[in-house]
């Protein structure tokens, strides 16, 4: 893959107010928004990094909730009534990963949990050969702006009638990264299907997402702002 420029956004006291209007938030869980770029001297996006503007092109959009369950387990809390008291959505993908045995599962000790509701992808990522890479690394540009690892990954199908084909209409990405098919991208890169078929996760693997893999010399370009327009750019390579 080119260059990436990824921003995260947060907002205050872990509340993220989006189009979506999700409920005001638990301590327990951030909502996360994180927008991807990929470096291109005729690109029709600016990014600001070390004060200077990087031509880019929009690559991605994720927004979800990283669910700090490792925390939440260590004060005595539990995990189920607390995305009940949050969200219906992340309480049914909890209710999925419990009944698939992973909660208790001794390959996720921590049990830090990203739920994607929604992953929009240009056309330049969906048609990448080594698109998996990407879904590889999720984890990793997470970790790298909140300092939580998730031990587990989820998206969950959408249930309520027509609402890929209106997300599919209103994205300014690439259709097929929304539309009815686009749950098999998370299935063709590595994700598992729970049991009922609702769900679809995976168990992220530390060891792959070591943050220098030369495999094909990209380097990522990091610029993290927060809501309040705190700028910290960093420069890693991969």
């Known amino acids: 893959m080119k260059n990436f420029l990824f921003l995260i956004h947060m907002a205050p006291k872990n509340e993220f107010e989006s189009v979506a209007t999700f409920e005001e938030s638990d301590p327990y869980i951030r909502w996360l928004s994180i927008d991807f770029a990929l470096e291109n001297e005729a690109g029709s996006s600016s990014v600001f990094i070390y004060g200077e503007a990087e031509k880019a092109d929009d ?16 004060d005595g809390e539990d995990l189920k009534d607390i995305c009940d008291a949050c969200n219906c959505d992340l309480y049914e993908a909890i209710e999925e990963l419990d009944c698939e045995g992973l909660l208790e599962s001794p390959d996720v000790l921590e049990c830090n949990i990203l739920y994607i509701h929604s992953l929009e992808l240009s056309s330049t990522l969906m048609d990448a050969s080594n698109l998996h890479r990407f879904f590889d690394r999720i984890p990793w540009y997470v970790f790298q702006h909140t300092n939580v690892m998730p ?23 690439d259709r097929r990264s929304v539309d009815e098919t686009s749950p098999q991208l998370f299935a063709n890169n590595g994700y598992t299907s729970s049991e009922s078929g609702i769900l679809l996760y995976k168990i992220v693997d530390n060891g792959t997402l070591l943050p220098c893999d030369n495999a094909d010399n990209s380097s990522f370009i990091e610029d993290n702002r927060s809501a309040t327009k705190e700028r910290v750019s960093t420069t890693r390579s991969f």
């Open 59 to 74: 690559a991605a959009c994720l927004f979800g909730a990283l669910i700090l369950g490792e925390q939440a387990l260590r």
């Open 151 to 173: 031990q587990i990954v989820c998206y969950q199908i959408a249930s309520v009638e027509g609402y890929y084909e209106e997300a599919a209409s209103k994205t300014s990405y």
